[in-house]
C-alpha cells in the first residue's frame, strides 16, 4: 500500500517535529513547513493527503492560507487547524471555509494525531 502523505504547517518547530515524529512512527510520510509561503510548490510537487495548519504564523495565517488552497485544485485535500485561540468564531469560520477541523493544542496528543490523520488521509 502506498504511503500517504500529510503537510504540517507552523511557525513552531517542536510542533512540527511532534508531527514528523507521531505520524511517521505510522508510516506516514511527513512534510513541515514553518509557514504557508511555499506551501503551493510543495502541493504541486507533492500528492499531499492532508494539511494540519497552525493558524497564527508570520507571512500568511492559517485562514489566509486555507482561502489560498480552496481557490486551487488543492481545494479538496482535508484541512485541520491545529492552534491555541480557543474563540467560538473561529471555529465557526473555519468550518465555513471548508476546514474539516479546528482542533485546540491544549488538547493534542498523540492519539487524537494519529486518529485525525488515520479519518482524514485514508480516503
Known amino acids: 500500500m502506498e504511503s500517504k502523505t500529510i503537510l504540517c504547517v507552523d511557525d513552531v518547530a517542536d510542533v512540527r517535529e511532534m508531527f514528523k515524529t507521531y505520524l511517521e512512527e505510522k508510516h506516514y510520510q511527513v512534510i513541515t513547513l514553518p509557514n504557508p509561503r511555499s506551501a503551493i510548490e510543495v502541493l504541486e510537487a507533492n500528492k499531499i493527503d492532508l494539511i494540519f495548519c497552525d493558524l497564527n504564523m ?3 495565517n492559517g ?3 486555507l482561502e489560498r488552497i480552496k481557490e486551487t485544485k488543492f ?6 487547524i491545529v492552534t491555541n485561540i480557543l ?20 488538547r493534542l496528543n498523540k492519539e487524537m ?3 485525525l490523520a488515520e479519518k482524514y488521509a485514508a480516503n
Open 63 to 65: 485562514f489566509e492560507f
Open 87 to 106: 474563540n467560538e468564531s473561529y471555529v465557526d469560520k473555519s468550518k465555513q471555509m471548508g476546514a474539516q477541523e479546528y482542533i485546540h493544542k491544549f
Open 113 to 115: 494525531i494519529l486518529s
Open 58 to 60: 508570520p507571512y500568511e
Open 75 to 80: 481545494k479538496d485535500i482535508p484541512f485541520i
